[in-house]
């Protein structure tokens, strides 16, 4: 990542964020292993209806299931007391997609994995996040194809290890 890509993600993390420099510096090495992942500031609605603004990290992570790498899409959204807090984490099916509902992802896409739950900033991290999603997922796929899509897809949605 070169200092102009630190500097402008530094003017892009909202200034409300109370640990920015541990923030900067997770969004940075996830950035070094996860090239399709990237930080975006958007607003995140709350269940209460109310809304912030937050940084997330958005892309597709590639998780081998059944011997073919499959690049599944997220959004992790992190809190202004981030790290202190755990993201709120969702799988972004496209519109070809479906989400499939497990206990480990809910019907609206949200993430529910006990590492979130026992969220521990001193020994919890989006790197450790991420590898863990990564593990579940290749075991319990959250999406597939939809059925109406399925057949008319051309190009390859996986590719063998």
């Known amino acids: 990542m070169t200092i102009a890509t630190v500097g402008s993600l530094k003017k892009m993390l909202p200034k409300t964020y109370n640990h920015r420099k541990e923030v900067l510096s997770e969004i940075v090495t996830i950035m070094s292993h996860y090239k399709h992942l ?26 081998l299931y059944q011997g073919n790498i499959y690049n599944v899409p997220l959004c992790l959204w992190l809190e202004v007391s981030y790290p202190r807090t755990p993201p709120v984490c969702y799988v972004k099916p496209t519109k070809e997609m479906m989400i499939i509902p497990s ?24 790197h ?10 290749g075991e319990t796929p959250p999406l597939c194809m939809r059925p109406d899509h399925f057949n008319r897809v051309i190009y390859p949605v996986a590719r063998k290890v």
């Open 128 to 137: 450790g996040l991420i590898q863990v999603i990564m593990a579940v997922f």
């Open 38 to 63: 990237e930080p975006v500031v958007d607003r995140f609605v709350f269940n209460d209806g109310t809304m912030k603004k937050l940084m997330s990290l958005v892309g597709t992570v590639a998780v």
């Open 103 to 126: 206990r480990h992802v809910n019907s609206n896409g949200q993430i529910l994995l006990p590492y979130l739950d026992e969220w521990r900033h001193t020994q919890c991290d989006l």
